[in-house]
């Protein structure tokens, strides 16, 4: 059986404390649940940061990782969210990836009474039912009633 890829866009890389305690985790759980997990840090760190054009190189991978990828489990934490993650967030609901959102930020970045985020990160999540594709605790990751899993035994 072919393993579905997911991008995992998250902002943990640029701290040495979520890289090391938060990032190793959330990556170790979706492949437990049978996702090939294509984390960017890991996957770009051979570029050298020090060259000119390194950022334009980084921005090239990671947008090639996404436009290859099944899907993408987004970390949207922050008021607002990762600028880098949006992006590539956009990116996957413009090619209709497999769209995931984890967030257990408890903070709000909307005025609306039912999303928790701007409105157009739901845009590639279905009307009904997009909250089996939001994902606020870890522990949830794995719940055959949400959307991951069923869409990673889709095969």
């Not at 089996?132 to 869409?151: C, F, I, M, Q, S």
Request: hydrophobic letters at 40%.
């Amino acid at each position: 059986m072919v393993r579905k890829t997911l991008y995992l866009a998250n902002p943990y890389g640029f701290s040495a404390q979520q890289r090391e305690r938060l990032l190793p985790e959330l990556v170790e759980r979706l492949e437990a649940l049978g996702a090939e997990v294509w984390e960017p840090f890991a996957r770009n760190n051979q570029i050298d940061m020090g060259e000119p054009g390194w950022a334009w190189r980084v921005a090239q991978a990671d947008t090639r990782d996404v436009r290859e990828a099944d899907g993408i489990f987004a970390v949207v934490n922050g008021t607002p969210p990762d600028e880098g993650v949006m992006v590539e967030l956009g990116i996957a609901i413009a090619l209709g990836k497999g769209i995931f959102l984890f967030r257990d930020d408890f903070r709000r970045c909307t005025d609306s009474g039912d999303y928790p985020l701007n409105l157009m990160l739901f845009a590639g999540l279905p009307e009904d039912g997009w909250r089996d594709h939001y994902y606020t605790r870890l522990d949830e990751l794995g719940a055959p009633g949400k959307a991951l899993v069923r869409w990673l035994a889709e095969g």
